[in-house]
């Protein structure tokens, strides 16, 4: 599959976990709605032969308070790791809280990493 074809199927799969809406590039919108979220690439590196394996870094917004952006994550990450996996649009290595720039400010974001398999 091409990057472009992967944006897409990491977006379509997003889109089935529970509260969150995928979009293939940032929503280019002067702030972010909770539960966005789209891949970006992280690294290519050469597999067997000349085949590519890519990994990916997806972002999800989370809400702007503390206390409802933890709640939040405790009760959506696992729908979020079946909705990538069960598409088979890669495995999920790690994921993390970072802040991400949002308009004026800056907010929460769910940080997924994955791999192609």
């Known amino acids: 599959m091409s990057l472009a074809g992967d944006r897409q199927a990491i977006a ?3 889109s089935t976990a529970p509260d969150v809406t995928g ?8 702030r972010l709605r909770e ?6 690439l ?10 590519w394996a890519a990994s990916w870094r997806v972002l999800v917004a989370l809400p702007t308070d503390g ?6 994550v405790d009760s959506h990450y696992q729908d ?21 720039p949002d308009g004026d400010a800056e907010r929460y974001a ?8």
């Open 110 to 117: 769910l940080q997924i990493t994955m791999r192609s398999e």
């Open 42 to 51: 992280g690294t290519l590196e050469r597999g067997p032969g000349m085949s």
């Open 12 to 14: 379509a799969a997003l």
């Open 67 to 72: 206390v409802k952006s933890a709640e939040w």
């Open 80 to 100: 979020l790791v079946d909705a990538l996996e069960g598409a088979d649009v890669g495995f999920v290595d790690r994921i993390e809280p970072v802040t991400i």
């Open 23 to 30: 979009h293939a590039f940032r929503p280019a919108t002067t």
């Open 35 to 40: 539960g966005d979220a789209w891949p970006l």
